[in-house]
């Protein structure tokens, strides 16, 4: 009940933005989208030069790929997003179809009084027990180890997490249960999880602004978030034992080992990959649309911008650090929507 | 003549009838709409309730993704945060009441008077904002280091000041709820510390009694009810307070030892998620923990009921 209250008002808001904006003959091809807010930035460029080329708009809700999941597997919504992609045998049970969008980085934000942006080096092990609550203070000897010519003060590490089910929190906590034996057994990696101390924050937006606020804090956002707020980022120790500043090229670095031709459903989690210059938090951001969409006009307006995106939205990607996916790859994902998301036989996106 | 007069009572009688149903259904109308929002919230809150059965009153668990739900962390926190406000500001109203009625200045009476009931005008989200961005970051650089050092290694009540200053935390919404109920303390109680009749403490000085004598053993026992009565109107904003409270409290569903800890509050969890609370156990869950905020406040208003009933009986017993 409550949703489809929701669902509706949402339509209706919908509505009077597009009659508000003068381009009501649009209205009925908004797409409608929700989920994850790690790649909402390039999103939602994305969606306004696509509006002015082609009068089509972007109804997108970040509020979070674990409520994007469940908005489409409750049909509100055109196409979920998801950081955390679904395994295969939840897909087919869903009846849905899954393919990656953009590739970005989580960044370790920081507030210590006296460290600037890219000064203060972190391990895996390391962030792994401050989130645990075993490292309680920065100029502990741990941190200390890894930084061995900062003078870090004796200011109480606060750890900002995500409290809403995030695809931020999937690939902080998956790094950290693959870096962390401990941190594995007691949390475990989900879009949610029990964290034993710290303070909890709504979305990338809400941890910013706690870390912002919070003397000696510590957390984690996307990369475009960081940098929008020109927020002090931490270097991370990656699996070949060089530190790594996060930028398009170390997201890039992560990204090109990955093997997308042979994964099943485009399941591919990308942290901790090798290579001396890759970063060690990267992660696709993925998309879910029916294989056999209730509303084939809208999904096929959904893929059509997709299309798009694929081929028009990497400059804008780069503009905010999201790696665009490589030319092979979205072939190839366009080759999936063709053989998998049909309506009564045919298939819904007959390309451009 | 008789025939005007019958008239006009016959007038008197009809309007004293619409006078009557008006009132009663006024009365009926908020007995009804009372009623009404019970219904609806257990309504609501079935899904959750049927499916956690008592487990959601006793786990601290509170996990959306895998829609496990347990209300502990959040009533501990409502307790908790209402308990430290009541304790602060509880002694400071009264000492402003009694300063105000009793020792205050005639000229400083009145400015003294309005600025505390301007201080229950501002908007509870003003209370919020300023305990965000000014407050917490006091606390977190002097008073929780302090606490820390100097309270959390002393047994007994040690373990509530422990853990590192993260400034914002259970404590910091006890304080700003303690500052936000203060005014509305006392002002009652300084509204009933005058209606004492000043013969009865003319009579106390009389005796010779001093200031404090008049105070503790005349005016106090003279305005019990009211004071009581005061005190529950701040507790029951302390319970029910949401946008200051969720703007320092850290928003963590867990039940901590220490004070200094994030925590969660019934309220402020509710307005935290509920937008984006998708499927019916986490919503019907928001709307369970709106059924216990309910529970708790109806039993402070009847335990605070029931102790006005006792402390009446036993003054006319003591007559």
């Not at chain 1, 045998?89 to 460290?115: C, H, S």
């Not at chain 1, 059509?304 to 994902?333: C, D, H, I, R």
């Not at chain 2, 009365?27 to 959601?56: D, E, R, T």
């Amino acid at each position: 009940m409550q949703r489809s209250n929701k669902g509706r008002a949402l339509a209706a808001l919908a509505a009077a933005g597009a009659v508000l904006l003068g381009c009501s003959q649009n209205s009925s091809t908004e797409i409608a989208g929700a989920g994850a807010t790690f790649p909402y930035p390039v999103y939602s460029k994305w969606a306004g030069t696509y509006k002015q080329q082609s009068g089509v708009g972007l109804n997108y809700q970040s509020i979070g790929s674990g409520a994007g999941i469940k908005q489409i597997k409750a049909k509100t919504v055109t196409f979920g997003a998801s950081d955390m992609p679904l395994k295969p045998a939840d897909l087919k049970e869903a009846g849905l179809v899954q393919f990656p969008m953009i590739i970005g980085g989580v960044v370790p934000v920081i507030n210590v009084k006296g460290v600037t942006a890219g000064a203060l080096t972190l391990d895996g092990p390391t962030l792994a027990a401050i989130y645990l609550g075993d490292v309680k203070k920065w100029n502990d000897e741990r941190v200390q180890k890894l930084n061995p010519k900062l003078t870090l003060p004796d200011t109480a590490i606060a750890p900002v997490y995500r409290s809403d089910g995030s695809g931020t929190n999937f690939l902080f906590t998956d790094y950290l249960s693959k870096e962390s034996p401990a941190f594995k057994d007691k949390i475990g990696a989900n879009a949610s999880v029990q964290w034993p101390t710290g303070i909890g924050a709504k979305g990338n937006e809400g941890v910013a602004n706690m870390t912002t606020q919070t003397d000696g804090a510590v957390g984690y956002v996307e990369y475009a978030y960081a940098k929008q707020n020109n927020m002090p980022y931490a270097l991370m120790v990656n699996r070949a034992g060089s530190a790594v500043a996060p930028s398009a090229e170390s997201f890039q670095a992560a990204a090109s080992s990955a093997d997308w031709s042979h994964a099943d459903s485009y399941y591919l989690i990308l942290t901790d990959q090798d290579g001396a210059g890759s970063w060690p938090i990267t992660g696709a951001s993925f998309i879910l649309v029916y294989a056999d969409p209730p509303d084939p006009k809208a999904t096929a307006e959904a893929l059509k911008f997709f299309a798009w995106a694929y081929k028009n939205g990497a400059p804008m990607a780069a503009e905010l650090s999201y790696v665009p996916l490589p030319a092979t790859l979205t072939a190839q994902v366009e080759s999936t929507w063709t053989a998998q998301i049909k309506s009564n036989g045919a298939p819904v996106w007959k390309g451009e | 003549m008789p025939v005007a007069n019958a008239k006009h009572a016959g007038r008197q009688r009809s309007g004293e009838f619409f006078f009557r149903t008006a009132t009663l259904s006024a009365a009926i109308l908020v007995l009804g709409l009372l009623g009404g929002v019970a219904l609806a919230l257990l309504i609501g809150a079935w899904p959750a309730f049927s499916h956690f059965k008592l487990g959601f009153l006793t786990h601290e668990l509170w996990n959306p993704v895998t829609d496990e739900f347990g209300a502990l962390a959040a009533i501990y926190g409502t307790l908790m945060t209402a308990l430290i406000a009541m304790l602060l500001a509880v002694p400071v109203g009264f000492g402003v009441a009694v300063f105000l009625t009793e020792l205050c200045p005639r000229g400083l009476r009145r400015p003294v008077g309005v600025a505390i009931e301007l201080l229950a005008a501002i908007p509870s989200i003003i209370f919020g904002i300023w305990g965000l961005f000014v407050l917490a970051p006091i606390l977190q650089k002097y008073l929780q280091p302090w606490l820390i050092a100097h309270i959390g290694p002393l047994p007994g009540i040690g373990h509530l000041f422990q853990g590192p200053p993260f400034g914002i935390g259970v404590l910091s919404a006890g304080l700003v709820l303690a500052i936000m109920v203060l005014p509305f303390i006392a002002a009652v109680m300084r509204d009933v510390f005058e209606t004492v009749p000043d013969v009865l403490k003319e009579s106390g000085y009389g005796l010779g009694a001093t200031t404090w004598e008049v105070i503790w053993q005349v005016v106090v026992p003279y305005s019990r009810v009211g004071m009581v009565g005061g005190i529950m109107l701040g507790l029951g904003r302390a319970l029910g307070e949401t946008m200051a409270v969720t703007f320092v409290i850290g928003n963590a569903h867990r039940v901590s030892a220490s004070l200094l800890a994030p925590g969660t509050t019934i309220s402020a969890s509710i307005a935290n998620e509920f937008t984006e609370a998708v499927g019916t156990l986490y919503t019907s869950s928001l709307i369970a923990l709106g059924v216990l905020l309910f529970f708790i406040t109806l039993t402070v208003i009847a335990a605070a009921r029931l102790m006005l009933l006792r402390l009446e009986r036993r003054a006319l017993s003591a007559l």
